[in-house]
């Protein structure tokens, strides 16, 4: 199951790339932003919330709630997940100074004031709900959250181009480079 999401994140990581060297990802986001204008109120609270879900505060905050919920059960896990998902925010820091891409020039339904590429929502909480769909598929033994964790990430990335605040080349490299992330770090926790 963890193979087939390298892969997963390769496709995706060329995907971007092809959709911004042909120049396509304007035209993508003024669709899918289009569709969000018609829908005003219908999805704005809705994509919101989902959003909210791979926020700093609120990964950072279920971060510090699995450490201490899992400190005595589950300890290395609940500091390898933490441990990880702080490196895929550090490394999202990193590229968004280095290539400084500026965000939508349209009016978005949520402020943000960094660089837009790569999507910071969409990277870090890939790596971080793949992690937890990891972890807790080992308590009980179903691949069921990684289809639940799976939905989570796509709604989170497309909450961010619904918005208004990234392209789809931000969001799609974003999942890739997070699952990418995941799937590195779990590779070493195999061997530790």
Known sequence: MLRITYIISSILIILAAGIYRFDVDQKFFNIIHTKSKNNKNKLDRAFIIITNLGSVVFITTFNIV?????????????????????????????????????????????????????????????CFYILLSTFISTIINTHLVFALGGILILLIAYSRVYLGVHYPVDVITGVGLGLLIAMISLDIYAII
């Not at 965000?103 to 590429?117: G, I, Q």
């Open 66 to 126: 699995l450490l201490i919920i899992l400190y005595n059960t589950h300890f290395k896990w609940s500091y390898f997940i933490t441990i990880t998902t702080g490196i895929a925010s550090i490394i999202n820091t990193t590229l968004k100074l280095i290539f400084k891409r500026q965000r939508p020039t349209v009016s978005a339904l949520v402020k943000e004031n960094s660089y837009s590429f790569p999507s910071g929502h969409s990277m870090v909480s890939s």
